[in-house]
């Protein structure tokens, strides 16, 4: 099992551009979600889904879109990167909604310029 | 006032100390608690979870809730250089990962 997987590692943006961020996880895990971490700021959650087709807001979702359209696959979406967007952001993923230990990817660091 | 307050730290201690992390937070509603270890430029990992009041030991890890005091605790006995991480405590009104608050995290550092 590879567990929670996130690439790239690292990515500089300019402002307005766009990327994805990816994440895959083979443990055939229902619930996927999508946090930044700030200095300061703790985690918080941006998207999450409790399984493929289904996804909703979290805390900060302004400025990224998500789509799930396989169990495995949970992308992130930046529209049009802006600086406050800076940051290290974590998929994660559980068994389910309900369940209380959820598994993190090792995180993509992300600079706007 | 933030719904979670969690000291950053640094916090340094020699080896074989006993560790004391710390979470308060402000809301009576939150019934759930974790605690999460991160280590430097890695995801966070779960390491202990409780929805009631009292202690939950795990090995050398200890959590302690007091609902009373909106207040809670992660004691390290023993401590190890390999227990050198952030400490990230996590609370939630119900059950549901979706709903847990992050703390901000305090950083330790056993030294040898």
């Known amino acids: 099992n590879a567990g929670v997987t996130q690439t790239p590692k690292f990515q500089v943006l300019k402002t307005g551009q766009s990327m994805t961020l990816q994440c895959a996880q083979d443990?055939?895990?229902?619930?996927m979600s999508w946090y930044r971490q700030d200095p300061g700021m703790g985690l918080r959650l941006i998207h999450y889904?409790?399984?493929?087709?289904?996804?909703d807001q979290g805390e900060v979702p302004n400025g990224y879109n998500v789509s799930r359209s396989t169990t495995e696959d949970f992308p992130l979406r930046l529209l049009s990167a802006a600086p406050s967007q800076t940051s290290v952001y974590f998929c994660a993923s559980s068994y389910s909604a309900g369940e209380e230990t959820q598994y993190f990817g090792p995180g993509t660091r992300l600079l706007v310029l | 006032q933030k719904e979670v307050e969690q000291d950053p730290g640094p916090l340094s201690v020699p080896e074989g100390a006993i560790v004391s992390l710390n979470c308060t937070y402000s809301n009576s509603a939150f019934q759930y608690f974790m605690w999460y270890r991160q280590y430097s430029r890695k995801g966070p990992e779960l390491l202990m979870y409780t929805y009631s009041s009292g202690n939950k030991e795990d090995g050398r890890f200890t959590a302690q809730v007091d609902k009373s005091s909106k207040y809670i605790s992660l004691f390290i006995r023993d401590s190890q250089p390999s227990d050198s991480a952030t400490y990230l405590c996590a609370i939630s009104p119900s059950g549901g990962t979706y709903k847990y608050i992050f703390g901000t995290g305090t950083r330790l550092k056993v030294l040898a």
């Open positions: 443990m055939n895990h229902e619930y």
């Open positions: 889904s409790v399984g493929a087709g289904i996804t």
